[in-house]
């Protein structure tokens, strides 16, 4: 035993320590996936930089009319892996898998620095999977892939190349031969294993039913434009198509209506090089020769100098009765007579116009493309009603629009005041979708609105008194569901002068009578009449201070307001317990006096989780610091499986663990925090330590923290594993004085920690990005406890910034320090002594810590000279700092190279002041711009 015992802490001394070379191999899982009926599972595991694999996996051997694998039935078997895969689907009928196969990263590396043309580039591949004859068929060159919900026995993609076989029917396939490189439409049949190719096509649909396919079609020869482009439709059972439309054009926006008798389109036909563009909306049912035009400039009802916005995808009502469409003023066109030389070229800024100038060209596109709701019956003619106006702009149809009003809101005559208060207020209107008739229900709002899935009711939450209320429209009766209900609605830790949110909804009851509603624990049932509610969760979630959350687990994609919760069923729920910080999955019953029942529990945080069609399997995500993310499968939540193992790796690594800590701050408050450590952690060593914080992180105490170049925060596991300790502190806020608080909460928890004989106290550092790199330089210029800092987009004068811009936006960032996160609660005019004393920079000359500073010259959110500021004061006043500018990249980096770059700057900087490492030469003389993309200054002499 004892030679066994040395042996083993002889390998565990021998692991070695994260380096910037291995950032690249380590994985995460993607798109995560269980068959209904449970048999199959896949999923994507992606390298940070490189090919993804998708992975196919069989449950058991239940697939019929195949031999399978002989195979533990508790252990799933790879089937099939597509290296590359990405965009992976299993038709309906379980019998075939489909994905996209991405071209080499090796070859478009490659490619990019022979600065290839696009068309030159590599390109996707396509691989369709027979499980059942466990055939696999590739097709090359595909730019897009598409199928439809409701037939499983079709897809259909388009490829590039010139194809080998033209349908026979295709009068161009002379001209497709001839052609070097030609979009080509290819539908395959997953019955028969047969394609049908056709030439020349831009872009198509499926439609709701999936018997039909629209598509988009170029002419291949100039001479047969009038001829073959157009749109088309086809048959797929009969293999039939059949023109619509004629001429070339602009098609877009195509919608069927719910039985696929009723197809709308907008299309513009003018000549390709015509500065104004003229969309129509084009109408065809299956007894017309072609499409019609069902609306244009010209049509009846139509605002003078307006048209069909070719923005909005019309949108048919379920019962097929209604078309909606957007309408939108016809816009000024540039006199292109006039010589640019000779006109000037100037920005006029008015105070009473509605949106900022930044704000009008940060958001250029959504203005050019505003329209405005309007109404057609197709069925009756073609008159329309306009039903929005610039001044009631926004609007929420029903789930089927069927219903005879919609909802509508406006903060017209309000937009200036968005520049410091983004609470604002709003109006509300019932809008009848047949007349454009519009009935205020709410007035100088102060909240948010949504309609019901029937339409009958309006929900609505109050921020003025945290309530939660609903309207019935055919009554006119409000009623305040919450009310006399001892718990609040809204955020219970709000700490910023704005008024507090709701905890949201989770999602409506499947019957139309009802609304799931969140408080900070549980999920309430409201009758939405107001007749009957209960806490669905039973109160466990508030006794045991445990956050209970809805999981939809339904395939499709749907906004929160339109889940369904079916209240004859049971539901499942995320658990996260704010004590313990620990996570799970849970049941609810959907019953009154019935507490949840725990599924999954523990240690770990549960992502991606997912069940077949009977709840009898579920798949997820299982993590925390120690064991990186791996897909599991669990059935009956009774036996769990691991199906992956993505970063064997790791285990060669000294890695680290993960703690909670708790102490006192100096005013007596409850400070919370992780504290990571070195797996190889001798209590009789001093370490260096780096707090790294952000408001409150210790709720992520157990997520996986991958070694990975991040977009400027610490690279957590890289210090850990290199011999530091790595702290970060929740911070707790009052109005007034964020950077107070900064101080309380950070200094404190590092002093607590500096009581223990294993942190060297002399060599402690900061750490933070964006509102963690204001407060880094705040802390800088209250104490010289900390031997280095690194601020990344940082403010330091709120004075100058808070009349600055949010250049990505376009926003004034003025709301941001009277109301959101810098939480000063007044205005520069009446309190100019609270801006000073939270600004750093009026306190530089206090500071003795050496800090970098980054600032990138195109950060959309904080100006970029606020780092500049801060630079130049301490340069003034020669204290040592450095100022890193990352060439157009933004306020968190995105350029991986940038990141790569800023995680060797890190580890040498903090390497150098906390270990007494030698400087590199861009700290020790920095980088002459002569040097610039020659010399990195990274070399150690």
């Not at 100038?357 to 197709?378: C, D, G, H, W």
């Not at 995500?621 to 791996?630: I, L, M």
């Amino acid at each position: 035993m004892g030679s066994l015992l040395i042996g083993s802490s002889s390998l565990f001394a021998q692991k070695k320590p994260v380096d910037h070379t291995v950032y690249d191999a380590w994985k995460s899982i993607s798109s995560a996936k269980i068959a209904p009926s449970g048999n199959y599972i896949y999923y994507t595991v992606i390298p940070q930089e490189g090919d993804a694999t998708i992975f196919l996996q069989e449950q058991a051997a239940t697939a019929k009319g195949r031999k399978a694998k002989k195979t533990s039935a508790a252990t799933p078997q790879n089937i099939l892996e597509i290296p590359r895969g990405t965009n992976p689907f299993l038709t309906n009928d379980e019998q075939n898998f489909v994905s996209l196969i991405k071209a080499p990263f090796a070859a478009v590396r490659q490619a990019k620095i022979k600065k290839k043309k696009p068309e030159e580039m590599p390109k996707d591949s396509l691989a369709v999977y027979n499980i059942l004859a466990q055939k696999l068929t590739k097709f090359g060159q595909i730019k897009s892939v598409k199928t439809s919900d409701k037939n499983a026995n079709y897809f259909a993609f388009i490829s590039t190349e010139t194809p080998k076989v033209i349908a026979a029917a295709d009068s161009t396939a002379k001209a497709a031969k001839k052609a070097k490189e030609i979009n080509t439409l290819s539908i395959y049949n997953f019955q028969t294993g047969d394609t049908t190719n056709i030439a020349g096509v831009e872009d198509f649909y499926f439609s709701k039913t999936g018997n039909e396919l629209i598509y988009v079609r170029k002419a291949v020869e100039k001479d047969t434009v009038a001829a073959y482009a157009g749109v088309y439709i086809y048959q797929l059972a009969e293999q039939q198509k059949k023109q619509i439309s004629k001429g070339k054009g602009v098609y877009k926006n195509f919608t069927f209506d719910e039985t696929s008798s009723q197809l709308a389109f907008l299309a513009d036909k003018s000549p390709e090089k015509s500065l104004s563009k003229d969309f129509k909306l084009y109408y065809y049912t299956p007894g017309q020769d072609s499409a019609s035009v069902l609306a244009d400039r010209t049509s009846q009802g139509l605002p003078t100098n307006w048209e069909v916005s070719q923005y909005m995808e019309p949108i048919f009502s379920k019962n097929g009765d209604k078309l909606f469409l957007g309408l939108a003023p016809i816009p000024k066109l540039r006199d292109t007579t006039l010589v640019d030389f000779e006109h000037a070229k100037v920005d006029i800024w008015s105070w009473n116009e509605d949106y900022l100038y930044t704000q009008q060209i940060a958001n250029k596109k959504r203005f050019e493309s505003e329209n405005f709701l309007a109404v057609m019956f197709p069925k009756q003619g073609n008159r329309i009603t306009p039903l929005l106006t610039p001044e009631i702009n926004q609007a929420r149809l029903s789930e089927t629009a069927d219903e005879p009003y919609f909802l509508a809101s406006s903060d017209h005559g309000r937009r200036i005041s968005y520049q410091w208060d983004t609470d604002g207020t709003r109006d509300y209107y019932l809008v009848n979708s047949s007349t454009g008739e519009k009935k205020s229900i709410l007035k100088d709002f102060s909240g948010n609105a949504t309609l019901s899935l029937d339409g009958s009711y309006v929900l609505y939450f109050n921020k003025e008194n945290n309530s939660w209320n609903t309207y019935h429209i055919a009554t006119d009766i409000h009623t305040n569901l919450t009310d006399g209900i001892p718990v609040s609605f809204s955020d219970e830790t709000h700490d910023s002068p704005s008024k507090a949110e709701s905890y949201g909804f989770a999602g409506w009851s499947a019957d139309s009578k009802g609304v799931y509603i969140n408080d900070r624990y549980d999920i309430w049932y409201f009758d939405l009449a107001g007749k009957d509610k209960y806490i669905s969760t039973n109160g466990a979630g508030r006794l045991n201070s445990t956050v209970f959350r809805y999981i939809n687990i339904a395939t499709e994609s749907v906004p929160r307001a339109a889940v369904k919760i079916d209240p004859k069923s049971s539901y499942f729920v995320s658990s996260f317990n704010e004590v313990t910080k620990a996570n799970g999955i849970y049941e609810v019953e959907n019953r009154k006096n019935k507490n949840p029942k725990a599924l999954l529990e523990g240690n770990y945080a549960y992502k991606q989780f997912s069940v077949n069609k009977d709840q009898s399997q579920a798949i997820y995500t299982k993590e925390n610091y120690q064991e990186s993310p791996n897909l599991y499968v669990s059935k009956n939540f009774k036996s769990e499986v691991a199906l992956s193992d993505i970063n064997p790796q790791q285990a060669l690594y000294n890695w680290g663990t993960a703690e909670l800590v708790k102490w006192t701050t100096p005013a007596g408050y409850d400070g919370e925090g992780i504290l990571y450590k070195p797996e190889d952690f001798d209590p009789t060593k001093k370490y260096p330590i780096i707090a790294y914080f952000y408001e409150v992180l210790s709720d992520g105490l157990y997520n996986y923290q991958a070694p990975a170049p991040t977009p400027s925060r610490l690279n957590i596991s890289y210090f850990v594993s290199n011999g530091y300790l790595v702290f970060a502190p929740d911070i707790r806020y009052k109005e007034g004085q964020p950077g107070k608080d900064a101080e309380e909460y950070i200094n404190s928890g590092m002093q607590y920690l500096a009581k223990n004989s294993w942190v060297d106290a002399s060599k402690m550092a900061v750490q933070g990005q964006s509102w963690g790199g204001y407060q880094v330089a705040h802390l800088i210029t209250r104490t010289n406890m900390y031997a280095a800092a690194w601020s990344g987009a940082p403010v330091v004068n709120m004075t100058s910034a808070y009349g600055g811009i949010r250049w990505q936006s376009g926003m004034s960032r003025q709301f941001q320090y009277e109301k959101t996160q810098s939480r000063l609660g007044k205005t520069l005019w009446e309190d100019r002594e609270r801006y000073i004393a939270n600004s750093p920079l009026f306190f530089l000359d206090k500071v003795e810590t050496p800090v970098v500073i980054m600032a990138n010259d195109n950060d959309g959110a904080v100006p970029w000279y606020q780092g500049i500021e801060m630079f130049t004061g301490l340069r003034r006043l020669q204290k040592p700092a450095w100022l890193l500018n990352y060439n157009g990249d933004e306020h968190n980096l995105m350029l991986r190279q940038n990141r790569k770059d800023i995680q060797i700057r890190q580890q040498q900087f903090f390497d150098h002041f906390l270990k007494g490492k030698p400087a590199a030469k861009w700290i020790k003389s920095g980088v002459p711009y002569k040097e610039k993309g020659i010399d990195w200054g990274f070399d150690i002499d």
